[in-house]
């Protein structure tokens, strides 16, 4: 904790998101995610859009409660993972579906720049070769002048 600076312990309140900025929709488990990623307190601020009194009152909070905020982000990290994985199996499934799915008539010439597009993108990283250093694409666009 910061000297000088009490916990005021309304700024820190539960709701059913978990341990919530007052007055904003920012847990202390986004702050948590933030601080073991290194990044300073002006950095957290900025990104979240909190005041210093509130990124102050939250990391004043997560000292005095270490353990139990802690515990509680190791819940929510288990949580976000297991829905992580319940939408990869999902999505999996119905990507499955779209590749195995025909190609809508009419899109053979967009299909055919996209793969040949990839290619030389995947080209230039193979190389390492910045994009402003690769010839230009051609344009493929049709004409609307008039012969």
Do not use: C, F, K
Request: charged share 25%; proline share 5%; net charge neutral.
């Amino acid at each position: 904790m910061r000297s000088g600076t009490p916990t005021n312990p309304t700024t820190i309140i539960r709701t059913e998101r978990g341990l919530t900025i007052a007055g904003t929709r920012v847990t202390l488990y986004d702050v948590l995610g933030y601080l073991r990623a290194e990044w300073s307190r002006e950095r957290i601020a900025a990104i979240l859009r909190l005041s210093n009194e509130q990124v102050d009152a939250a990391l004043d909070y997560i000292a005095a409660h270490r353990i139990g905020v802690e515990a509680e982000y190791a819940l929510v990290l288990q949580s976000a993972d297991e829905a992580r994985q319940y939408w990869e199996a999902r999505n999996r499934e119905r990507l499955a579906q779209i590749a195995a799915a025909s190609p809508r008539p009419g899109t053979e010439a967009l299909r055919a720049t996209l793969a040949q597009r990839a290619a030389e993108r995947a080209a230039r990283d193979a190389r390492n070769v910045p994009a402003e250093t690769m010839p230009e694409a051609e344009d493929h666009t049709p004409s609307t002048s008039s012969s």
